[in-house]
């Protein structure tokens, strides 16, 4: 499969916090690839430098063998790009919206306005087709969001956080159209802070924290990162934070963090220190409903890398 | 081509609101409607007549201001009512006519009126109006107290005496004319100046009130996104550019064909009134964008943009006669665009003036628009490509 | 009461750190009172003169004409005009096209000579296109010339009619009178006493500050709508207060933002312009009355509006065309025709009212029956206000 993104050694600094450092990324036609990492791990930044709305200080971005900067146009064509704000027009309906956007990507005419309805009818809006968007519920305008950037059949589609405040239904429509754009043989750059979504859409997956890109490979790849340690997830209330604190000082455990039920912990050899696990757990002020032993994911891998949890 | 596009979606939003079709299309015209009743021609300013005591000199003074055409006349019934109009501005002046006014002219004494008027311009006008009227009336009467003091006749042979030859003499006639091409006020109508006023007035503040438009453009983030297709800085910049100008030019072109239509209102020669409108269009577009990509909230650019428009227009001349400033001022109201387009459309409504006489009043405004574009192209540039 | 009360002071608190209010309630109205007093104070004040700027141009040197250019003299020491001497036409047409003078008065050779045969004598006053007004006022102290001129004409008529003599040198001389002095049978005295009228400086302040109070106040009631948007409003609603202290807390926000912009207003154009506001018990009552009154009809546009926007929109809407209508830039209407009987269905033509029965010393009981017409704005606009935004929360 040919390369259709190539992004070397990309560096941006802000005055003196330093956003992204040093990221490589390739993507060929027909993969999703999966940038996961947690807010203000400098994912929106990468995207913006990939997509020629922020000059990198340093490093090189070419998309279909074009370079891509700020100042040309060249190569931009080939890019579809679906901000993580709704950046579209609240006063315009979704068809004067489509049709706006289709003339900046120079399409005109009657294969403008074939492909516009091709979109509402993808995206679900060909009955709301003519309704103000500002009238739209969020998950309509999201929608919209996407078919904006699908519009001209681009090469490249770039998704930044797309399901961000989006309701399950909707979020499972985005996914699914998601699954069937590689179907289409369009390469696809998805951020997302959630681990799920890059587990069930991404062919591979690049962790990213901290402006540096710590591991990427297939899912299977990424894994078996975790080696022979198991994750142990515990279901528990109370002062979560502080047994994850005290966790972590513990001899065997790799990382410890709250998760949504209680802890997650990544360890060395779970069966041997688990009463030790536990005792630590409940001396730290936190009641235990429930243990269970499972095989390692995207979260533990982040876990096992950062020695954090994805959300805080 | 994109920055067309651009262009016309602004346009295209423009029209879609309707606070915006209120304030660009039916409250201009409302307002040259309202001012050209009230300060226009077509509504004469009104003075209030009181009279103590019947009599011939009363009769005849107040024939004789009834008779002035530029002015209308309403009589009231007591002093107090007539004060009070005039405090409360419902006639611009009053006329106190007293009692005994015959016997105090029969008696050579010196006749006393009183005449109330409201501080502003039209008072001293009106004053100059009813005393020249008056002065006609006095005449006779001042002759005939003459001829008494000078021979033995008494008052009433002598004011008939008077009477009877007044007029014979060959007078002093005081006749106007005006240095240029054509005689001033005869051509102009009702609206005409007003309107030209009212037409630099909103042109200016709907450009700038669009910037409000672009604030919401940029901070849904659709600027960046243009930024994304195969787009360049300057296709945005100059279709942002094209957005305010169009809508400037839409509702300039507007307000002078109704008013064309509707008043009668004369814009001089089409194609000088034209190219003014261009390049005024151009200054407030450009003002616009400005405004637009220095300002990242909407509210606080309206508030500014309120002020910088009507303050402008005032400076400018919009809503007081440039002419009437003093010097210092007059030179203060020529750096504001306004006062150069008003300007140029004294020129041309006034003097009968084409393309050829308002050279000057167009580089002037074309320099401006020059440097607000620049200006403006230069922040927009950074505001767009700032992340 | 408590509870609304405490929304209001937490909101005013926010407000008043809000840039947007600041330019909204004060920069913009003091800013716009500045400029609009520079260009309409300087205008209407007759000691800073008008730039009435004239020439004259006497080819007759007569004895008639010379006392012509003696009369213009003595209107120029009055400080009323600019008065120069030129020696011919062209000079004189030069200066006006150089924009040196508005017009200038020319008396041809014969002028004179023309008055004592009483033949027709004409003064002629030249102007510039450009200056109508000013220009007109020349003309009208031309004619007021001829006039006394045409008097005394008349005077010697009627004298050598009755006296059955010639008019001769000598029959001039022995009239022992001038009989220029005909022309002062009359005196046409202005007895203007300026009271119920504001001047330049304070109208325009007063009328800047009443046609942004209603901007201003749009910052309190107006946010229920973009609390509404947000969420907040379920969040409040959900609490355990009542309705009315959330309305209630609006309504004491705008209340509070008006009178604070007032308040800054009046001190600071008092202060920075010499505007004079009248007796301070007085403007305090049509102050309370006029923020009431704007807390009422804002209040009509938070009830009804759709969205922050649409509420935004309309109220700006509602503002201008109240203060058009009511005066604030210039007096509309021409005494008891429709449109004067139309501009008090403004509580701004009230408001400015209001103000000028103050003016000149009045005592504050004068701003009563302003005040009294602008309340009936308030209270009917604000109850029913009250009405729908209460059932509005209920959904």
């Not at chain 1, 966790?247 to 041997?272: F, T």
């Not at chain 2, 008056?134 to 004011?159: L, R, W, Y």
């Not at chain 2, 020669?269 to 034209?274: I, R």
Request: proline share 3%; charged share 15%; net charge negative.
């Amino acid at each position: 499969m040919p390369q259709i993104l190539e992004a070397a050694g990309l560096v941006k600094h802000f005055d003196d916090l330093i956003a992204v450092d040093g990221v490589d990324l390739e993507i060929s036609q027909g993969e999703t690839y999966g940038l996961l990492g947690p807010n203000g791990a400098g994912k929106t930044t990468t995207i913006s430098m990939i997509s020629g709305l922020l000059e990198p200080d340093a490093g090189s971005v070419s998309v279909d063998g074009q370079r891509i900067t700020t100042s040309s146009t060249a190569g931009k064509g080939a890019i579809g790009l679906v901000p993580q704000d709704l950046a579209i027009y609240p006063d315009l309906t979704a068809s004067e919206n489509l049709t706006f956007f289709g003339k900046l990507y120079g399409m005109a005419g009657q294969s403008l306005g074939s492909r516009v309805d091709e979109v509402l009818e993808v995206i679900g809006l060909t009955d709301r087709r003519d309704d103000l968007t500002g009238e739209y519920s969020g998950g309509m305008k999201r929608r919209l969001n996407i078919g904006i950037g699908l519009l001209h059949k681009p090469q490249l589609l770039i998704l930044d956080e797309p399901t961000v405040g989006v309701d399950p239904q909707s979020r499972n429509a985005i996914l699914e159209s998601v699954e069937n754009l590689s179907v289409e043989g369009m390469a696809v750059l998805y951020t997302t802070h959630y681990m799920e979504e890059a587990e069930r859409l991404c062919d591979r997956v690049a962790i990213i924290d901290e402006g540096t890109i710590k591991a990427e490979g297939t899912r299977r790849e990424l894994v078996s990162m975790v080696g022979e340690k198991d994750r142990i997830s515990i279901s528990a209330t109370g002062n979560v934070a502080g047994a994850a604190e005290a966790l972590s000082s513990l001899e065997g455990v790799v990382g410890a963090a709250p998760s949504d039920q209680g802890l997650d912990i990544l360890a060395v050899d779970a069966s041997r220190i688990l009463p030790a696990i536990l005792t630590t757990v409940t001396e730290s002020g936190a009641s235990i409903t429930g243990v269970q032993v499972v095989e390692p994911n995207l979260e533990a891998v982040f876990l096992h890398l950062t020695g954090k949890a994805l959300r805080d | 081509m994109k920055a067309l596009a651009i262009g016309m979606s602004n346009i295209r939003r423009m029209l879609r609101e309707r606070s915006n079709i209120f304030f660009v299309f039916i409250f201009p015209l409302a307002l040259i409607l309202l001012i050209g009743s009230q300060f226009g021609g077509g509504v004469k300013p009104a003075i209030g007549l009181y009279i103590a005591e019947a009599g011939e000199l009363a009769t005849d003074i107040s024939d004789e201001v009834e008779s002035q055409e530029s002015i209308d006349t309403r009589r009231f019934d007591t002093e107090a009512d007539l004060v009070t109009a005039v405090e409360r501005g419902h006639v611009q002046a009053g006329l106190f006519l007293p009692a005994n006014l015959d016997s105090t002219a029969a008696a050579s004494n010196v006749v006393e009126l009183g005449f109330v008027a409201r501080p502003d311009g039209s008072g001293q006008q009106l004053q100059a109006i009813v005393g020249s009227a008056i002065a006609d009336v006095m005449k006779p009467v001042g002759a005939a107290q003459f001829a008494v003091a000078a021979s033995d006749s008494d008052f009433e042979t002598a004011n008939d005496v008077a009477r009877s030859i007044a007029g014979q003499a060959g007078g002093v006639e005081v006749s106007v004319t005006a240095v240029g091409e054509a005689l001033f006020p005869d051509t102009l109508g009702q609206f005409d100046l007003g309107a030209s006023s009212q037409l630099v007035l909103f042109v200016f503040l709907t450009a700038l009130a669009g910037s409000a438009a672009l604030i919401l453009t940029r901070q849904l983030g659709i600027s960046s996104r243009m930024l994304s297709t195969p787009t360049s800085v300057r296709s945005i910049v100059v279709g942002e550019s094209m957005g305010r100008f169009g809508v400037a030019m839409v509702q300039g072109l507007y307000i002078v064909v109704l008013t064309l239509i509707i008043f009668n209102v004369n814009w001089g020669d089409p194609l000088a009134s034209l190219l003014l409108l261009v390049v005024f269009s151009a200054v407030g577009a450009g003002a616009g964008v400005l405004m637009g990509s220095v300002f990242s909230n909407d509210q606080q650019a309206g508030g500014v943009g309120v002020v910088l428009s009507l303050g402008l227009a005032a400076l400018g001349g919009c809503m007081f006669p440039i002419e009437l400033f003093s010097p210092t001022m007059q030179t203060v109201a020529h750096f504001t665009p306004h006062a150069w387009a008003l300007d140029g459309y004294a020129e041309l409504v006034r003097r009968g003036g084409n393309t050829g006489d308002i050279l000057l009043e167009l580089g002037v405004l074309a320099g401006y628009a020059a440097v607000l574009f620049a200006l403006a192209s230069w922040r927009l540039r950074v505001a767009i490509t700032r992340p | 009461m408590r509870t609304a009360f405490r929304i209001a002071v937490k909101d005013l608190k926010l407000r008043l750190r809000d840039r947007s209010a600041l330019i909204i309630g004060i920069i913009a109205p003091l800013s716009l009172a500045f400029i609009l007093n520079l260009v309409f104070g300087n205008a209407f004040d007759p000691t800073g003169g008008i730039g009435l700027e004239y020439g004259v141009v006497d080819l007759d040197r007569s004895e008639i004409s010379t006392s012509f250019t003696s009369v213009l003299e003595e209107i120029e020491a009055e400080g009323i005009l600019e008065l120069e001497q030129f020696t011919d036409v062209e000079s004189a047409d030069e200066a006006i096209d150089q924009g040196e003078v508005d017009s200038y008065f020319l008396l041809e050779p014969g002028f004179g000579q023309a008055i004592g045969t009483n033949s027709p004598a004409t003064i002629k006053v030249v102007g510039d296109v450009d200056a109508p007004t000013s220009t007109q006022i020349a003309a009208s102290i031309a004619s007021q010339f001829a006039t006394g001129v045409e008097a005394a004409q008349l005077a010697i008529g009627t004298t050598s009619q009755l006296t059955s003599m010639p008019v001769t040198a000598e029959f001039l001389d022995s009239l022992g009178a001038d009989p220029r002095t005909a022309a002062a049978s009359y005196r046409l005295d202005d007895v203007s006493t300026p009271t119920r009228q504001l001047d330049a400086t304070t109208y325009l302040a007063a009328g800047m500050a009443v046609f942004f109070l209603f901007f201003t106040v749009g910052f309190g009631v107006l946010g229920l709508l973009e609390e509404e948007r947000q969420g907040t409003l379920t969040r409040l609603r959900a609490a355990p207060i009542h309705r009315a202290s959330i309305v209630g807390g609006k309504a004491i926000l705008s209340f509070l933002l008006g009178l604070i912009s007032m308040f800054v207003l009046i001190v600071a154009t008092q202060l920075l312009m010499g505007a004079t506001w009248g007796a301070p018990l007085g403007v305090a009552l049509l102050v309370v009355a006029g923020v009431l009154a704007a807390v009422g009809i804002i209040g009509l546009v938070a009830a009804v509006a759709k969205s922050p926007e649409g509420a935004e929109n309309l109220s700006s809407i509602i503002a201008v065309i109240l203060g058009m209508l009511g005066g604030v830039f210039f007096q509309v209407g021409q005494g008891d025709d429709i449109l004067s009987r139309l501009t008090f269905i403004t509580p701004h033509a009230w408001f400015m009212r209001g103000l000028a029965d103050l003016a000149d010393g009045a005592p504050w009981t004068a701003a009563l029956p302003a005040t009294g017409a602008i309340l009936v704005f308030a209270v009917v606009t604000g109850a029913i206000s009250w009405v729908l935004l209460m059932r509005r929360l209920r959904r």
